[in-house]
């Protein structure tokens, strides 16, 4: 496959892996609503802060969405400088979206909004990295309500939303809700029980060989046969079938060729997604600022996305209580339509914008704020959302164990470094992690077995391991020592591993 080349390519493939552990610590004082909710918003660097995430959400969210700098050579706000070289731009993205598919369930897909000046060398890269089997749309987006008549050379009305799924076989879209108008076309002209119905042509193009036929109208007309050139798509007994069932529709004066009754019960209730949105369905740039404007009592972002688009995206993308993720968050509008249409969230934002701009939206939605989609949706308050900054590093530069890590921490990471799954936040601290592909793996780490002694329990002792929840086949233990024999160990089917140095901290 084809590969794009850029200036420092080669330090950008290893950047994700290099990228340090980092804790999340939570701020009560901007967290909001229910305390035990499992939304998060994130403030810091997104590449790290992705990272951070990986030991507790790896393989766990089903709807990523971003819309990164569009790179269009001006800065559009005070909060954004998009004026960044090509290379510079995809060294940013290349490593953000290694993590960003390393988080995403194998059911899952990732949106990405972009306009002409990098979308075409994004999809270059995101092929490279989700591999082109796995793009499944690029989609159109009309966002201007009307023309741009002083453009130079076209009104660029549209923006890109690039859609690749984690694994193009398992991801399967939901389909998007049917509009009123696509219900006003079913009628019911005759009082039929069944409800409304739109009559269906009966003719057909096909060659069928059982499709040629004089049919007799309830008036008493004869018609010799179907339109010149075409043929009727069901059989003579067929239609005597069907118009027995009073599923055929003749004409209001029982005159006309015969249709098919489709009755809107019969209908899917929802349509297949498609690659055209427009704004009457999708919102336009007018809308978002205004919904901004609203919020924020001025236009303070250039490129605001508005909330019916958002509400598009996860209608297709995911399901009320599925995780959706953000990690350019901008003004917040990921979470607050995620949050309004039921959905868990993470968002990342970095700087004192999230803490000025995301949190106080975000805490307008939690108490029930009306704008946007709020009233489609018939919103009116409630969840919450912990509010979460980076801390340190896990590791420190030497690839220690930094002072003052719990054992929750150091749990998650060796849980994620062996099987390459997420391990929850609830998950019972305990020095048993858990089983995985057959292998039931330990942690001795900070005194988890309540041991008073030196070695607080963290070193792999005849008696240590007599206290150790048992597991009937390979086990890898993870302590500071080991003091059984090597023979013991193989006899035990035990691999023991010496913390911090067989962990892999990055």
Known sequence: MPLLSWFNR????????????RLLEPVAKLSHGEEDSPNMLIEGDNLEALKALLPYYGGQVKCIFIDPPYNTQSAVSEHYDDNIEH???????????????????????????????EAHYFKVIADEIFQ????????????????????????????HLFVYAKNAEKWVPN????????????????????????????SARNSYSLGIYPVTTPSGREIPGPPPGR??????????????????????????????????????????????????????????KKEIVSLFG????????PEKLMQRVLEIGSAPGELVLDSFLGSGTTAAVAHKMGRQWIGIEMGEHARTHCQPRLVKVVDGEQGGVSKDLNWKGGGGFRFYKLGVPVFDEDG??????????????????ETGTARSTRAPKKPFLGEHHGVGYYLLFNGILGDESKTGGNVLTKRVLRGLEPFDGPKVIYGESCDLPKERLEELQITFKQTPYDIKAR
């Open 10 to 21: 080669d330090a950008d493939l290893t950047r994700a892996a290099l990228a340090p552990y």
């Open 87 to 117: 290379s510079q731009w995809l060294s940013m993205m290349y490593p953000r979206l290694e993590l960003l598919k390393e988080l995403l369930a194998d059911d899952g897909s990732i949106w990405i909004t972009l306009d002409d000046n």
């Open 132 to 159: 082109r089997k796995n793009f499944i749309a690029n989609v159109i987006w009309r966002k201007n309500y009307s023309p741009k008549s002083s453009a130079r050379h076209f009104s660029v009305d549209h923006d």
């Open 175 to 202: 389909l998007v809700p049917r509009t009123a108008a696509q219900d006003k076309a079913y009628k019911n002209q005759d009082s039929d029980p069944r409800g409304p119905w739109k009559a269906s042509d009966l």
């Open 231 to 288: 043929y009727w798509s069901i059989s003579k007994a067929k239609l005597e079938e069907l118009d027995a069932d009073n599923r055929i529709w003749w004409g209001k004066d029982g005159n006309s060729a015969p249709s098919l009754k489709r009755f809107l019960t019969d209908v899917k209730q929802g349509r297949v997604p498609q690659t055209y949105w427009h704004y009457d369905e999708a919102g336009h740039t007018q809308d978002a």
């Open 298 to 305: 001025g236009d303070v972002f250039g490129t605001p996305k």
């Open 400 to 417: 220690h164990i930094r002072e003052g890590i719990r054992f929750e921490h150091l749990a998650a990471h060796v849980w994620f470094a």
